[in-house]
């Protein structure tokens, strides 16, 4: 059973960065993609950023140039820069792992809070 386990979330005030990582309990190279997607209150949960196995990127159009993803394979760990972090950015951080065949692993979740 893989096990994702989220940390790096807290509070921080308005154009602060923070960076969130995702520790998973096997090799994430077996994964077609990592991501990392939130959900604010009362709203659903939203796509953040993935990364594929080779490295390819994908960012919600709202959060280019502000958040960063990447992975260590040898740690078997992916991160989530944010920076200039705002308000609206409050929300449950989320880590997926895309095994295929619609099979996905979720972490428990860390929860980032902006300060204006």
């Known amino acids: 059973q893989v096990q994702l386990v989220e940390s790096g979330g807290g509070l921080v005030q308005s154009g602060k960065s923070l960076r969130l990582s995702c520790a998973a309990s096997g090799s994430i190279f077996s994964f077609n993609s990592m991501g990392w997607y939130r959900q604010a209150p009362g709203k659903d949960r939203e796509l953040v950023a993935t990364?594929?196995?080779?490295?390819?990127?994908n960012y919600a159009d709202s959060l280019k140039g502000r958040f960063t993803i990447s992975r260590d394979n040898a740690e078997n760990t992916v991160y989530l820069q944010m920076n200039s972090l705002k308000p609206e950015d409050t929300a449950v951080y989320y880590c997926?792992?895309?095994?295929?065949?619609?099979?996905?692993?979720w972490g428990q979740g860390t929860q980032v809070t902006v300060s204006s």
């Open positions: 997926k792992a895309a095994a295929g065949l619609g099979l996905n692993y």
């Open positions: 990364i594929t196995s080779s490295g390819k990127t």
